[in-house]
């Protein structure tokens, strides 16, 4: 069960102020123990992820937040209590990781890279239909990159790549986008424009979970913040959890509060 910082909200309260009670979860965990090879790394995990929603997890490195990722995108099974991708698993989530994990010296072009996510919904050996040509385009156009198709990606910036991870997760169609880390190392101006276009897809009706130590960005697009620390979650609003204590209890391990 998520643990609670004296004086917060309960995951209820938070989905019935931001309007999201009654609609249906797109992912959840319910009582979830999750970690490697049997090893709990957080026990009794609960919340949901709704539409239109975007939660961002922080945390100090090690503190979980990766496991709990990885359990959510269906690559870790939960060691104990389940994972809900919405009726009967129906529920796609694309995955964005973090830009420096794509390798921009292999000799790849933008609309290769992208297409990569449309092979993904395809059984091996399998040709890339018509159709997806076009999702592909639109993917491209959807994060303001429709010219760059052609473009080497060596020959981007490294803002202009994170928008090219984005696209290719696009064009997998989900219903839920795991960001890792979609503004670390950007200027400014990209970091803007990655922000108004996690907005736009919100809007769209995709639930966003990001893990993020921009916390700028996390105050510009995160309706909820779960932070996770000591092996527990606690749970709120960006006003409530983005507070200099907490901001030092994620950052500085030692300045944990009690």
């Not at 998520?2 to 979860?25: K, T, Y």
């Not at 049997?38 to 239109?52: D, E, P, Q, W």
């Not at 795991?178 to 919100?202: H, N, S």
Request: hydrophobic letters at 40%.
């Amino acid at each position: 069960m998520i643990q609670q910082p004296a004086g917060s909200e309960n995951p209820q309260d938070l989905e019935r102020a931001a309007g999201l009670e009654g609609s249906p979860a797109l992912v959840s965990l319910d009582d979830a123990t999750v970690g490697y090879n049997g090893t709990a790394v957080l026990r009794r995990v609960s919340f949901a992820v709704h539409a239109r929603e975007c939660v961002a997890l922080l945390g100090p490195n090690g503190s979980g937040k990766t496991t709990l990722f990885k359990t959510l995108l269906g690559i870790l099974p939960p060691i104990a209590g389940t994972v809900r991708r919405g009726p009967a698993d129906s529920v796609r989530c694309g995955y964005v990781p973090q830009r420096e994990q794509l390798d921009a010296i292999f000799p790849v072009t933008v609309r290769e890279v992208v297409r990569m996510g449309a092979y993904r919904r395809l059984r091996p050996f399998t040709r890339l239909p018509e159709a997806s040509h076009q999702i592909v385009a639109d993917a491209l156009a959807r994060v303001g990159a429709k010219e760059w198709g052609g473009r080497l990606l060596s020959e981007l910036s490294g803002g202009e790549r994170q928008r090219v991870l984005i696209a290719r997760a696009l064009v997998s169609r989900p219903t839920v986008l795991l960001l890792d880390e979609p503004t670390t190392g950007v200027d400014l101006a990209t970091e803007y424009a990655v922000i108004e276009l996690v907005k736009e897809l919100l809007r769209s009706g995709l639930a966003i979970v990001m893990v993020s130590h921009n916390l700028r960005t996390v105050e510009q697009v995160a309706s909820r913040v779960i932070w996770v620390h000591h092996g527990t979650l606690r749970s709120g609003s960006p006003a409530e959890m983005l507070t200099p204590e907490r901001i030092r209890e994620m950052l500085i391990p030692e300045a944990s509060i009690g």
